[in-house]
């Protein structure tokens, strides 16, 4: 099992650009999320699927869109870059997202910047 | 509102030490509690988690963490670090609101000196 995949690993893109983050998961689960890592604020959540079909804003959703493609993939699109969004964007996936007590399981992450 | 405070944004320490990392959160609900490690250029691995039963939770690497209810902590301690466990760790907090709701914490940096 791969667990948790992404792509890019490594972007560079200039303000105004856009691009697609892709993510995948193999372990057949039903949750998915796009959370962005700064230095000094840990994780937050942009967006999340609680199943196929559905997607939800999370903490910092502006400037970004999400498709989830099927249960296994989850895309992170940023229409036209700015510099704020320089980060590295991590993906994870979880058996579910209701109140219970799901672990997360993390991508190797995508390094982000743009200038 | 809820909230997850890690107390300390790094910690150094010596090889073969104890160390304990900090975490508190604020919740008027009932919680699942995370601690996660990321090693260098790696994504989130989970440690361990408390969801019910005992207090005291053991997870991989000889940590284990302790929740206490009343001062809402879940401590992340280990009695003697190799410096293998450099790593960057958060705190994660699931609060039980009816939807999804997962705080994590802006993490604490563990140094482990030779």
Same mark, same amino acid.
């Given at each position: 099992?791969?667990?948790?995949?992404?792509?890019?690993?490594?972007?560079?893109?200039?303000?105004?650009?856009?691009?697609?983050?892709?993510?995948?998961? $193999?372990?057949?689960?039903?949750?998915?999320?796009?959370?962005?890592? $700064?230095?000094?604020?840990?994780?937050?959540?942009?967006?999340?699927?609680?199943?196929?079909?559905?997607? $939800? /804003?999370?903490?910092?959703?502006?400037?970004?869109?999400?498709?989830?493609?099927? /249960?296994?993939?989850?895309?992170?699109?940023?229409?036209?870059?700015?510099?704020?969004?320089?980060?590295?964007?991590?993906?994870?996936?979880?058996?579910?997202?209701?109140?219970?007590?799901?672990?997360?399981?993390?991508?190797?992450?995508?390094?982000?910047?743009?200038? | 509102?809820?909230?997850?405070?890690?107390?300390?944004?790094?910690?150094?320490?010596?090889?073969?030490?104890?160390?304990?990392?900090?975490?508190?959160?604020?919740?008027?609900?009932?919680?699942?509690?995370?601690?996660?490690?990321?090693?260098?250029?790696?994504?989130?691995?989970?440690?361990?988690?408390?969801?019910?039963?005992?207090?005291?939770?053991?997870?991989?690497?000889?940590?284990?963490?302790?929740?206490?209810?009343?001062?809402?902590?879940?401590?992340?301690?280990?009695?003697?670090?190799?410096?293998?466990?450099?790593?960057?760790?958060?705190?994660?907090?699931?609060?039980?609101?009816?939807?999804?709701?997962?705080?994590?914490?802006?993490?604490?940096?563990?140094?482990?000196?030779?």
């Amino acid at each position: 099992n791969a667990g948790v995949t992404q792509t890019p690993k490594f972007q560079v893109l200039k303000t105004g650009q856009s691009m697609t983050l892709q993510c995948a998961q $193999d372990m057949n689960h039903n949750s998915m999320y796009w959370y962005r890592q $700064d230095p000094g604020m840990g994780l937050r959540l942009i967006y999340y699927s609680a199943s196929e079909g559905t997607t $939800d /804003k999370g903490e910092v959703p502006n400037g970004y869109n999400v498709s989830r493609l099927n /249960k296994r993939e989850f895309s992170l699109r940023l229409e036209s870059a700015a510099p704020s969004q320089t980060s590295v964007y991590f993906c994870a996936s979880s058996e579910g997202s209701g109140s219970r007590g799901y672990e997360q399981y993390f991508g190797p992450g995508t390094r982000l910047t743009v200038t | 509102a809820q909230s997850v405070t890690q107390l300390d944004s790094q910690v150094p320490v010596f090889e073969e030490a104890p160390v304990e990392l900090r975490c508190n959160y604020s919740s008027s609900v009932s919680v699942y509690l995370f601690w996660y490690v990321q090693y260098p250029n790696q994504g989130l691995q989970l440690l361990l988690k408390y969801l019910s039963g005992s207090t005291l939770v053991k997870g991989i690497n000889g940590f284990e963490a302790e929740f206490n209810k009343s001062q809402t902590s879940f401590h992340l301690r280990k009695p003697s670090v190799h410096i293998s466990d450099t790593a960057e760790y958060f705190c994660a907090v699931t609060f039980n609101t009816g939807g999804f709701k997962t705080i994590f914490g802006a993490g604490t940096r563990l140094f482990v000196k030779a």
